[in-house]
């Protein structure tokens, strides 16, 4: 009898423990959670809410069901030449980073001296502020006084309307065509753009082939520079992970430099240039601050990005439903992206072991 | 072995890379320093012939950029203090407590990281709209006196709910979900027997974690504040879309709207967009190698 009780009496002091124990831990996480709650949790379902009604605080909202995706994917040209331009903008920016990230780290992972004062000035780009360097950017752009444009006049060519010429590069490619017949066949195809007469696909297939504008590559320049030093670091990261043997090895075998890069430091690099791949693409389809600062997504929407949209059609348009739904298509595209990197991690890039 | 001489094609190359980062901004504070006429002047001088430091009294007198300053620096502290101590400690019952449902919790702030910002952008706004309801608890305490002199003193944005309020910039920022998971990561990495000594000492959680874990947590905790001062200062969409008035701008929006008014003046601009960048380079160059470190983990966390 005297041991039952004083069983009973461990196990109760055991569970006050245990509940003292999780009061305590929920204090602990109470000041982050009520916030992530409040501006995280909860906005997650009220924009997917939001997201199937129409109109915007003050006029009120109006439960609409699935019309804003329906009508957004279904006809809405201007939500798709958006993301035409962000894809012509990922497509530019993207490569042309993986690039000269892995060719300025294979100088730096080569060059013994330095390598830190390097190392900082290049990055010293992308802790500034977007804000601030892009109006260096519109400054350097600038049509009568920018540097851009002296140098382009000292070589004897006239001056370029970076800002203010709305054609795609295609487009102006193709004036020069020598084949008349593709020629009026392109132009034909790309002039069903504003036309609602025709098919939708034919409509976006038309816009993408007129391609990106010149204000597009201005933002594409900036984005490659502002991001190049941070490429660089994780590349040479990637690069110093490689063993110095496999390259003795190779030149031992009589390799040269570009069937040692072709063989050894591109397949061994291939988890890191895919991680960046990854994450600049998700970073590029969330591309907003340069198209704010630098062109309004002017000439004639040729640089409205997905996320400029949204923010056109939620503070300018007052259609914060449908930019909800926007955001929510962001979303989609944004996870499937996470979901094939996932998948594709999982099979292993790399060869390494 | 040849792959570690550097040569001089090399060399070449990489000050080639570094004239191309540096140029652009050379090329903002010479035209800082340029006179209205010169910095308008086709082929462009490509430096300042007389040194116009008054092009900086003048920027900084065109737009009340001094209240942009405050705004920008004051978000930033108040934030990075917020988010350091939200952080910390759930961070601490994360990594050391035990508690029903942590796993579940545990992802479900994970899961967030893939979230983009964009989403909740809407929904934000318009909660933050709705807290302006709470103003009336100020209302019911405060006099009518009280209330006025509160608005002579610019005391009033400090404590009002809603938007184009301090609360509207700051509060949305004050946990994040990455530092979260940066300082579990490193709270994990502290040796067990350095909590087991504290427990038999007869420290509590609390003390051992302001005592211990802290002090030794630092360069994750810098890491954290540097992100999250960084974040706050360098963001336009937010600040943009909950500020109305004047002086609730913080620096970056305030260079926006001053970008759309200056028009062709491209000398104060530039003197603008320096004195913006500024305090961030000072920064940099004093805590480089935990930018580097931070900047390069928050982009891991995908």
Request: hydrophobic share 50%.
């Amino acid at each position: 009898m005297k041991n039952q009780g004083k069983d009973l009496q461990l196990v109760k002091q055991r569970k006050r423990r245990r509940i003292k124990e999780n009061l305590e831990a929920f204090a602990y996480l109470s000041p982050a959670m009520t916030i992530l709650f409040i501006f995280l949790f909860i906005p997650v379902v009220y924009a997917l809410g939001l997201s199937m009604h129409r109109g915007n605080p003050i006029d009120g909202f109006r439960f609409i069901g699935l019309t804003n995706y329906i009508s957004i994917l279904g006809s809405d040209i201007d939500f798709y030449k958006a993301v035409v331009n962000t894809l012509y903008y990922c497509l530019f920016s993207i490569p042309t980073q993986i690039v000269i990230g892995i060719g300025l780290a294979m100088l730096l992972n080569r060059a013994i001296k330095g390598i830190g004062f390097f190392r900082t000035v290049y990055f010293i780009p992308h802790i500034t502020s977007l804000v601030a360097v892009a109006m260096i950017w519109k400054w350097i752009f600038n049509e009568e006084f920018g540097l851009v444009n002296y140098l382009i006049t000292a070589m004897d060519i006239e001056k370029v309307r970076w800002f203010n010429d709305p054609e795609g590069i295609i487009q102006k490619m193709m004036q020069y065509f020598p084949i008349e017949m593709i020629k009026s066949y392109y132009m034909s195809l790309t002039h069903c753009v504003d036309s609602s007469a025709h098919p939708m696909w034919k409509r976006i297939f038309g816009y993408a082939l007129r391609g990106p504008s010149l204000a597009m590559f201005t933002i594409v320049s900036l984005s490659v520079w502002k991001v190049i030093g941070y490429t660089v670091i994780i590349f040479l990261a990637g690069l110093q992970n490689i063993n110095d043997s496999y390259y003795e090895a190779a030149e031992i075998d009589g390799a040269n430099k570009w069937h040692q890069f072709r063989n050894i430091t591109w397949p061994l690099l291939s988890p890191t240039t895919f991680f960046i791949l990854i994450i600049s693409f998700i970073a590029a389809f969330k591309v907003f601050v340069p198209m704010m600062m630098m062109t309004n997504g002017q000439p004639e929407n040729t640089t409205v990005s997905v996320v400029y949209y949204l923010y056109q059609q939620a503070w300018t348009a007052d259609r914060m439903g449908k930019a909800s739904a926007i955001a929510y298509i962001l979303f989609s595209i944004i996870l499937i992206i996470t979901i094939i990197q996932n998948k594709i991690i999982g099979k292993k890039v790399h060869y390494d072991s | 072995m040849t792959r570690k001489k550097t040569s001089t094609f090399t060399l070449f190359l990489l000050f080639a890379g570094v004239l191309v980062t540096i140029f652009p901004f050379y090329w903002m504070i010479a035209t800082s320093l340029k006179t209205a006429s010169e910095a308008l002047q086709f082929p462009p001088s490509f430096y300042p012939h007389a040194l116009a430091w008054d092009n900086y009294k003048e920027a900084w007198e065109a737009a009340p950029f001094g209240m942009y300053f405050f705004n920008s620096i004051f978000c930033g502290i108040i934030s990075t203090i917020g988010v350091l101590f939200t952080s910390a400690l759930a961070a601490y019952a994360f990594s050391r407590m035990k508690f029903v449902g942590k796993g579940l919790f545990f992802y479900l702030v994970l899961g967030t990281m893939m979230i983009p910002g964009q989403v909740l952008l809407i929904p934000n706004y318009i909660i933050l709209e709705k807290t302006e309801a709470l103003n009336a608890i100020y209302r019911f305490f405060l006099t009518d006196n009280m209330y006025d002199w509160l608005i002579d003193q610019k005391l009033w944005n400090f404590i009002k709910f809603g938007l184009n309020s301090y609360f509207a910039l700051i509060f949305p920022w004050l946990a994040s979900v990455f530092s979260i998971f940066l300082l579990r990561q490193f709270f994990k990495g502290i040796p067990k027997d350095l909590y087991d000594a504290a427990e038999i000492d007869g420290a509590s959680k609390f003390r051992a974690l302001f005592q211990i874990v802290i002090p030794l947590s630092k360069p994750a905790l810098i890491t954290s504040a540097l992100l999250s001062f960084l974040g706050q200062w360098n963001s336009l969409l937010w600040p943009l879309i909950v500020t109305t008035s004047d002086y609730m701008r913080t620096l970056m929006v305030g260079l926006q709207t001053f970008q759309q008014e200056a028009g062709q003046d491209f000398h104060l601009l530039m003197a603008a967009s320096s004195i913006s960048i500024l305090p961030i380079l000072i920064l940099f160059f004093f805590l480089q190698k935990y930018f580097v470190r931070g900047i390069v983990r928050s982009g891991m966390k995908s």
